[in-house]
């Protein structure tokens, strides 16, 4: 239900959800062995996710690039012919330099600075980050960060998929608790808990259609979720 009727909205979310799934799937199948043209769509996918949802994308991409090279490490052909497998990869960099310049030309054009994003214009209040002059009560603290939090992770229980909110998170941790989870298992945990952990650092839980903030965390969800079942 949650995918469903933000999905239906015009919130940059859905956008963003959809270029970070195919992004990390043609990243996937390259280190997985398959065709060197992946990491084209790989990174392009990323590239418009970073035009969509810019600091949501990078720390997605801190997160999975890492994750993804360790855990496919012993299926990549193409690290046998190691010109080839840097080949692509700095084709990949190629790309996402070409990217950040369509963003600083963007705000160039728009704010006269490459670096002044529109929205920090329109609310210099508009920031990730702790102390005075942050968010919409002139302050962000920690405690706030952790309230948001709380109520970013309560709405996701009863949204999430329409169970009883006390079942929502079970199925996450059966792999967990049964100590039958992969490597995997423990990548998707991490990234979940690092991206979500992360609005402890905005000002504002931004709950509207549900935790809007923690819509790209569906893929660690749903995957975790389906595990769980499995096990």
């Known amino acids: 239900p949650f995918y469903s009727y933000l999905a239906a ?3 940059s979310h859905a956008v963003a959800l959809f270029y970070l799934v195919w992004g990390l799937w043609a990243l996937l199948r390259f280190s997985q062995g398959e065709a060197g043209w992946n ?32 855990l496919t490490w012993k299926q990549q052909k193409y690290k046998h012919e190691l010109l080839h497998w840097v080949a692509w990869w700095l084709i990949f960099i190629a790309i996402a330099v070409l990217f950040a310049n369509i963003y600083f030309l963007f705000n160039l054009v728009l704010t006269t600075y490459p670096w002044i994003t529109p929205r920090t214009l329109f609310s210099p209040g508009d920031q990730w980050g702790f102390g005075m ?10 405690a706030a960060g952790l309230v948001n939090l709380d109520e970013l992770l309560t709405i996701l229980q009863i949204d999430l998929f329409g169970w009883p909110f006390y079942l929502t998170l079970v199925f996450v941790l059966l792999p967990f608790l049964t100590r039958k989870a992969r490597k995997a298992d423990w990548f998707l945990l991490i990234a979940l808990v690092l991206t979500a952990g992360s ?14 903030y923690l819509f790209e965390d569906l893929p660690f969800l749903l995957i975790l979720s389906s595990r769980g079942i499995l096990t």
């Open 39 to 70: 990491m084209l769509i790989s990174g392009f996918c990323f590239g418009m996710a970073f035009l969509t949802r810019d600091l949501v994308t990078l720390l997605y991409i801190g997160i999975l690039i890492p994750g993804v090279l360790v």
């Open 199 to 212: 609005y402890i650092g905005y000002f504002y839980h931004g709950i509207y259609l549900g935790p809007r």
């Open 9 to 11: 909205s015009y919130l």
């Open 133 to 142: 002059g942050i968010g919409f009560y002139g302050q962000h603290t920690l």
